[in-house]
């Protein structure tokens, strides 16, 4: 049996915590600081008239993003795409997501195909969380877990076909977690509901679950005024039947670690990611995707370097 190769790699979450890097190095953290990133650097929570950014609260910027050897399938994808982001907080409700336009320069590997070759026109992700104690009125803080939200994360991708698209909501609760140190920290736990997702067996179901850690450590702030800041989040994710299918597992964690140079609008970020068992694909296995048998890697590191401008 055969399986169609995953067009996109999920970069956005990433991006969305180097967005409040500002604001950590700025000043301590204060009780709605959040690793999941909806906290906005001190200039966009002044006032609309000094805000350097077009709104005091919705933060966007745009990047431009070179991959290699990123292995969320079999065969490792390079890639060279654009990518539109958004985030907040307003009231109870924290928002997050981004639009991916892939290959968008026409540079890319063999395994790779975008808007320009008939292959997906747009990847996205969206990632809000409500707070609950923002909607019952009372903080139902305890121990260390400062906040907790209704959680979810939406992830598509607009394949031209079935065998070629991606329609995955994961479902749950998260908190924020106090760490007594510059350090922010946020968890997510998901199940997930499964649609498209490339002709897997796992379809238009629910499969498996989602554990996330988000983290963040504000490193140096320097005389020109940019900041440098360490950034990571790990997702693992378990429990899926796809582990009943040939080449495939049950379980797959992907572990990312940033650094962030970053300015007012102007961003540079270089990004090392590690796989185990990406997209949940077993490392090693012969696999045949109709172009001749090859053994697939989906174990290893993949790389991501980045400029980009937040308004």
Not at 144 to 158: N, Q, V
Not at 279 to 302: A, K, P, Q, V
Request: glycine share 10%; aromatic share 16%; hydrophobic share 35%.
């Amino acid at each position: 049996m055969t399986f169609s190769r995953p067009r996109r790699v999920c970069f956005g979450a990433l991006s969305l915590l180097l967005c409040c890097s500002t604001q950590l190095l700025a000043a301590p953290a204060v009780a709605t600081d959040s690793a999941q990133g909806e906290t906005a650097s001190p200039a966009a929570q002044q006032t609309e008239n000094r805000s350097p950014y077009l709104s005091s609260w919705y933060n966007q910027d745009l990047t431009l993003i070179g991959s290699k050897d990123i292995s969320f399938g079999p065969q490792p994808v390079d890639d060279v795409y654009l990518e539109y982001e958004y985030f907040g907080r307003k009231g109870p409700f924290e928002l997050y997501g981004y639009i991916d336009v892939p290959k968008v320069l026409g540079i890319g590997n063999s395994h790779d195909s975008g808007v320009w070759d008939r292959g997906s026109p747009l990847f996205m992700e969206h990632e809000p969380r409500i707070s609950l104690d923002q909607l019952t009125g009372r903080s139902l803080a305890f121990g260390p877990f400062k906040e907790w939200y209704l959680a979810f994360d939406w992830i598509y991708d607009h394949g031209s076909s079935q065998a070629s698209r991606q329609n995955t909501l994961y479902a749950g609760f998260g908190t924020d977690i106090e760490t007594h140190t510059p350090v922010l920290l946020s968890a997510n736990l998901y199940g997930r509901r499964q649609w498209e997702n490339y002709g897997a067996a796992n379809e238009n179901s629910w499969d498996g679950y989602r554990a996330q850690l988000k983290y963040i450590w504000p490193l140096a702030r320097f005389d020109n005024g940019a900041s440098l800041t360490y950034v990571g989040f790990t997702n693992f994710d378990f429990g899926s039947q796809l582990g009943d299918e040939p080449g495939r597992t049950a379980n797959a964690t992907v572990s990312t670690n940033v650094l962030l140079y970053a300015f007012t609008h102007l961003r540079f970020m270089f990004a090392a990611r590690h796989f185990h068992n990406g997209g949940n694909w077993r490392d090693g296995t012969e696999l045949n995707f109709g172009e001749g048998d090859f053994e697939g890697r989906s174990n290893g590191w993949g790389y991501y370097a980045g400029v980009g401008y937040q308004f």
